[in-house]
């Protein structure tokens, strides 16, 4: 058993290493591209099949960005980076849990030490991964602020005058939120990977002790940690998206 | 650095996951979320205007079953009016042809009565009349005779 915080890598090509972990995000981009394409052909006026499950998971999106958004403009604007980051990253946390994960793979010489390199790696448990998606995440959180308010109208947020009511309280608040702004990155990418990377560990770890049935509740567990970290990162992203186009409230004096 | 690359994180990756996000961001929005989200705006779209369509539809069918009623049951009094004034005038008239038939009766009685009572005064005077000249030219021959028999049997009868 061996457990190794980076993904492993599989392969080179043309200088580029290709790890396991981003062998199956692409396998999962591949995937929900087809699953588009094919869903745009086959839809019909009455619903059938494969088009309600597509109509359920958009009509539900869809509502839960406007419920945020409360706006038609903004909900149309920005409900396919909503959509695409809970797609992506709920196929990426299932996709690790499928058999194999951890133990099918191929013998490594690491040191001296024969170990195994798992074929199978969830995306989210790179960190490669993640923190690809929190700056995009965080750069347009940055972009929409910026766009809804004006440059100067966004900086308010982080600078505030000393010289007004909350005084320096308001101005050292102000710059922990700009401080707040960038921690997200980190936050978004190291929730999202320690909550994966931990469910896979766990698995493995299980399998190894018990094999059979003890591991099935986990199984389940991870199942549901999968959904909810897919919609907490979809989440945070809306609502830190709509604070960002809000204006900075102006303390009543 | 060491740190970084002791977390697997890796430049190259990186950059190739960021890169591999924002193409499937966009295969997707080309491809799927907006024809579907069309769709089924346009869908919902129809299905409100055919409800409404429904809706105007059944309203104006029992506009059209209240109107309906309301004229059938206006023909029926009007009918019903047009029969009974139809059977006042009807009858007015029957009246009044009765009447004028018996006042032209009685008047064409009358007369008849009346020229009855003229030519029987005529004829009555001429009667007279006739009786009269009669009696006078009677009266005028017996005297006559007598005159004559004063010498004969006339003068008999005298006695």
Redesign the interface.
């Known amino acids: 058993m061996d457990i ?4 492993e890598k599989l392969f080179s090509l043309f200088g ?2 290709v ?1 396991n972990a ?1 062998f199956w ?2 396998a999962v ?1 591949l995937t ?2 087809l ?3 094919f ?2 052909s086959k ?1 019909q ?1 009455i619903p059938r099949g494969f088009q309600n499950i ?2 359920a998971v ?2 539900s999106l ?1 509502a839960l960005v406007d419920s945020v958004m409360k706006d038609r403009v903004q909900t ?1 604007r920005f ?3 909503i ?2 980051l809970f ?2 990253v709920l196929f990426s946390n299932w996709l690790g849990l499928l058999p194999g994960m951890g133990t099918i793979g191929m013998k490594a010489d690491h040191g001296g030490e024969a170990t195994l390199i798992p074929f199978l790696r969830s ?1 989210s448990a ?4 993640t ?3 929190s ?2 995440v965080v750069f347009t959180i940055q972009a929409a602020g910026i766009i809804a308010l004006g440059l100067r109208g966004y900086a308010k947020k982080f600078f505030i005058s000393p010289f007004h009511k909350p005084y320096v309280i308001g101005t050292f608040v102000g710059l922990l939120e700009l401080l707040g702004e960038a921690t997200k990155i980190l936050s978004f990418s190291f929730r999202l990977f320690g909550n994966i990377f931990a469910g896979e560990v766990l698995l493995t770890v299980m399998l190894h002790l018990v094999p059979y049935v003890l591991p099935l509740p986990f199984l389940l567990f991870e199942i549901f940690v999968g959904f909810i970290q897919a919609f907490v990162f979809a989440m945070l992203t809306l609502v830190f998206l709509k604070m960002a186009m809000l204006p900075h409230e102006e303390h009543a004096s | 650095m060491e740190a970084l690359h002791n977390l697997g994180i890796d430049g190259k990756l990186l950059l190739a996951q960021v890169i591999n996000f924002l193409i499937l961001l966009f295969v997707l929005r080309r491809f799927a979320y907006r024809p579907i989200l069309a769709f089924l705006e346009s869908r919902t779209a129809r299905i409100e205007q055919g409800i409404k369509d429904a809706d105007l539809a059944r309203e104006k069918l029992l506009e059209i079953e209240k109107k309906e009623q309301a004229t059938l049951v206006s023909a029926q009094k009007e009918a019903r009016d047009i029969i009974t004034r139809a059977e006042e005038a009807a009858k007015k008239r029957s009246e009044a042809h009765e009447k004028s038939a018996s006042e032209k009766a009685k008047k064409f009685l009358e007369d008849a009565r009346a020229e009855i009572e003229e030519e029987k005064r005529k004829s009555l005077s001429e009667i007279q009349n006739e009786v009269a000249s009669l009696i006078a030219l009677s009266t005028e021959k017996v005297l006559r005779e007598k005159a004559d028999s004063e010498k004969g049997p006339a003068t008999r009868f005298l006695d």
């Open positions: 190794s915080i980076a993904a580029f290493p790890t981003f995000t692409i981009s929900l591209s699953i588009a394409l869903s745009r839809f006026d597509v109509e958009f009509e869809l149309a409900f396919p980076l959509a695409t797609l992506f995306g790179d960190l490669n991964t923190i690809a998606l700056l995009i």
